[in-house]
């Protein structure tokens, strides 16, 4: 299973944007999917994650009402939309998925994770 995240960039605060995680190998039906970010100098920290049961995704409370995630299982691909972003999103973010876990914002629960993406927003 390998997991290509993608669609990070530069923008203002208060802009939006998407990033992207494609899963090759299994099917993306077979597996939880969750982000994650780590900021500069920080511990990575969870940001959200969609079971297979789209209706129980979770969501930090730092991300809350800006950020949602959904999937596409017919493309292998779960996304990240971010809303209203701040300075403080600033991260590279990942991806990971888990057969292990339902819905789980532990970073052990998952053994598959992308490269990264890095998103830079600035004030």
């Known amino acids: 299973v390998q997991l290509q995240a993608s669609g990070g960039g530069s923008v203002q605060a208060g802009a939006s944007l998407g990033v992207s995680c494609v899963i090759s190998?299994?099917?993306?039906?077979?597996?939880?999917v969750g982000w994650f970010r780590q900021a500069p100098g920080k511990e990575r920290e969870f940001v959200a994650v969609?079971?297979?049961?789209?209706?129980?995704?979770g969501y930090a409370d730092s991300v809350k009402g800006r950020f949602s995630i959904s999937r596409d299982d017919a493309k292998n691909t779960i996304y990240l939309q971010m809303n209203s972003l701040e300075p403080r999103d600033t991260a590279v973010y990942y991806c990971?998925?888990?057969?292990?876990?339902?819905?789980?914002?532990?970073?052990?629960?998952?053994?598959?994770w992308g490269q990264g993406t890095l998103v830079t927003v600035s004030s």
């Open positions: 190998g299994r099917a993306t039906t077979s597996y939880a």
């Open positions: 990971a998925a888990t057969r292990r876990a339902i819905r789980s914002s532990a970073e052990t629960d998952y053994d598959y």
């Open positions: 969609i079971p297979w049961s789209p209706n129980r995704a």
